[in-house]
């Protein structure tokens, strides 16, 4: 979702595997591009155990915080 809009979908399964050892999860990260950071800042960061749906998705992005 790029601004409130489904910009892409796609079908994935397996676990989280960017989980260090440690149990810390690295988000703005990519180790495959000899670890890069993220050059900016992410507002919000939720992790979800399932899909939300189009309608769950909206709602979060009308939200003020």
């Known amino acids: 979702y790029v601004n409130g809009q489904n910009t ?3 079908s ?5 595997s960017n989980i260090t050892s440690d149990g810390r999860i ?3 990260r990519f180790e495959a ?3 890069r950071n993220l050059d900016g ?3 919000d960061v939720r ?3 399932r899909v939300l749906t ?3 998705v909206s709602y979060l992005y009308e939200q003020k915080f």
């Open 8 to 10: 892409k979908t796609a």
């Open 12 to 16: 994935d399964s397996g676990d989280l």
């Open 26 to 28: 690295d988000i703005g």
């Open 47 to 49: 992790l979800y155990n």
């Open 54 to 56: 189009s309608q769950e």
């Open 41 to 43: 800042y992410l507002a």
């Open 33 to 35: 591009a000899g670890g």
